[in-house]
């Protein structure tokens, strides 16, 4: 099969022949139709995660046909590989229903190969019935951008003003279902970043602005989604008393000093890390019903070292989806 595989940190991908893989039993084998593009893709390249497993085929926002395997799907299936991959089960984490935290979880595009290439392997248990009338490369941003986006929102709670700083491939899902459930949504945004404040309002954005300045009303809430830990503390400054902000991202770089007062009056800062199977059906199920549109600039799978360095230069309307 054809693949771009990652040899080591901050080389550009390589353009390869591999071997097909096989499934293992309770695997199954997947045509790759369509895999989106994530910053965790990035960190992992530039070398910000160090302990991929070398050499590595990136990508974990998969929409696969089942060829063989497993007895879950039948062949001719389509389906979602998410970030998730394996977990054992029997960890303190995974026996509480948090399996996104569990100490020996295996992920995809990082422990487990993925899908920049034409086949993939996955486990059945962690992969996800689609829904219908969403075309490929529109159903796989929602497979790590709208999972951990959605599971950010949750973890905002009720918050009626809500901030979405870094408004990227998460963020322009998370504003339609916040949009959508009546919430105001408040954009941050780099200052000059003019296209992508169009485009959140395009999208129901009440604001979008500098998100370091921040909007001209109190928040609720703040999600995080840019990986640029000077937001933390400018966030803390953008929200109420018993507001929240919320850091979406794998990786940022590291958080300021900042007067305890920013924090002070019950202000919480919290992590979101990796998702659960729930998180993925719960957001699968409601996606259709929004519905929700994501914007999808699709190249072919040879051109991801140039889908991933659109995102390095902020030079995308939504995510990018590589297609074999």
């Not at 990035?42 to 990136?58: N, Q, S, Y």
């Not at 973890?155 to 009626?160: E, R, V």
Request: with cysteine.
């Amino acid at each position: 099969m054809r693949a771009m595989v990652l040899e080591s940190a901050r080389t550009p991908l390589r353009p390869a022949e591999l071997p097909d893989p096989e499934p293992a039993p309770g695997e199954v084998l997947l045509r790759v139709r369509a895999c989106a593009v994530c910053r965790t893709d990035l960190h992992i390249v530039d070398g910000e995660l160090t302990r991929p497993k070398l050499p590595l085929v990136l990508g974990h926002q998969i929409v696969g046909e089942v060829v063989a395997g497993g007895e879950r799907f039948r062949p001719g299936a389509r389906v979602g590989v998410p970030w998730l991959g394996w977990t054992c089960g029997t960890c303190r984490y995974c026996r509480a229903g948090r399996e996104n935290l569990c100490d020996r979880a295996r992920f995809t595009g990082y422990d487990l190969d993925g899908g920049f290439a034409e086949l993939a392997v996955a486990d059945e248990r962690y992969c996800f019935r689609l829904p219908e009338g969403a075309p490929d490369a529109q159903a796989a941003p929602l497979l790590c951008a709208g999972l951990i986006g959605y599971r950010a929102l949750r973890f905002a709670g009720d918050a009626d003003r809500i901030g979405l700083y870094g408004f990227g491939a998460s963020a322009h899902i998370v504003c339609q279902i916040a949009v959508s459930q009546g919430r105001r949504v408040f954009a941050g945004t780099r200052a000059e970043d003019a296209e992508a404040q169009a485009f959140a309002r395009e999208l129901g954005a009440v604001w979008a602005g500098d998100a370091a300045s921040g909007p001209p009303e109190e928040l609720d809430a703040v999600i995080v989604f840019a990986p640029v830990g000077a937001l933390v503390p400018a966030a803390l400054g953008h929200v109420h008393k018993g507001g929240r902000v919320v850091c979406a991202g794998i990786h940022m770089s590291d958080i300021p000093s900042f007067p305890y007062e920013r924090l002070w009056g019950e202000r919480a800062v919290r992590s979101v890390a990796n998702l659960t199977r729930a998180d993925g059906e719960e957001l699968l199920a409601l996606a259709p019903t929004i519905p929700v549109r994501t914007e999808a600039q699709v190249l072919p799978l040879a051109q991801a070292n140039e889908a991933l360095e659109r995102l390095r230069r902020g030079a995308l309307r939504g995510a990018a989806v590589v297609v074999p």
